[in-house]
């Protein structure tokens, strides 16, 4: 137990499914794993435990942003034995080379948080994906019919920048493709503690056509992703 999780060691497989959202992984457990029982409910930050194909996995809500992603991640890894962390999120498409729907697999994540900032010193530390799990989800991805890009991503602080798209100017100029709020922190955290991890994010809003997902289209991604984080999760990519 933890101030922020009441499971006991056990509780959690090695593979661990990580949606922002409390009620997305409600839903994978409950609609996707076979046999889920929740581990977690301190805060409402939802923590289950089933099975995929005939083998374990966990899915744990991490809440929004990289600090509140770090505790639900440092205590997974660190208090319950999580071996492998496979982000399933959302993210804001800077290129019109990602449509809605896509999937994007980060190879790393830029930041504006002053997280890494403050633990690497003089040091900028450049936040990786396991090889071989986002090679699993490219695979999987591939299998199951999804367009998907590997590239950078930024995990920013800040949802509404004051200066919308500007903000990004320089970034999108060094070809990072999308923006969301946590894989900086999941991938450092990973390496800091010997885990492997990956992100896997479904663009929903393109913040340069404007173009975005209704709820439908975001609920049928939403599951896409799930299946194929899962077989990444089951080595099945
Ligand atoms: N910004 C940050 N995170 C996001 C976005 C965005 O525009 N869209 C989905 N996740």
């Not at 995990?155 to 500007?166: A, K, T």
Request: aromatic fraction near 6%; hydrophobic fraction near 45%.
């Amino acid at each position: 137990m933890t101030p922020h999780n009441s499971a006991t060691k056990g509780d959690y497989a090695e593979a661990v499914l990580l949606p922002g959202d409390p009620l997305r992984a409600k839903w994978i457990a409950e609609t996707i794993l076979d046999g889920a029982r929740c581990v977690n409910r301190v805060r409402n930050c939802l923590g289950y435990t089933g099975t995929w194909k005939g083998k374990p996995v966990s899915v744990q809500a991490t809440g929004m942003g990289q600090p509140s992603l770090a505790i639900y991640v440092h205590e997974l890894i660190n208090v319950y034995g999580a071996k492998q962390l496979i982000r399933v999120g959302t993210c804001g498409g800077l290129s019109e080379k990602v449509k809605v729907r896509d999937l994007v697999l980060a190879l790393t994540a830029s930041t504006d948080s002053s997280m890494n900032r403050n633990a690497f010193g003089g040091f900028d530390f450049a936040p990786a994906a396991d090889f071989a799990l986002l090679r699993a989800a490219a695979t999987a991805a591939e299998k199951a019919g999804v367009r998907w890009h590997a590239g950078g991503i930024l995990s920013s602080d800040v949802f509404y920048q004051p200066d919308g798209l500007d903000s990004y100017a320089v970034l999108r100029a060094h070809g990072i493709m999308a923006v969301e709020m946590e894989t900086s922190a999941l991938y450092t955290l990973a390496a800091r503690f010997g885990a492997q991890a990956v992100s896997i994010c479904t663009m929903t809003d393109c913040l340069v056509t404007g173009e975005e997902l209704n709820a439908d289209e975001r609920q049928s991604s939403l599951e896409d992703m799930a299946r194929i984080a899962l077989d990444v999760a089951v080595g099945e990519g």
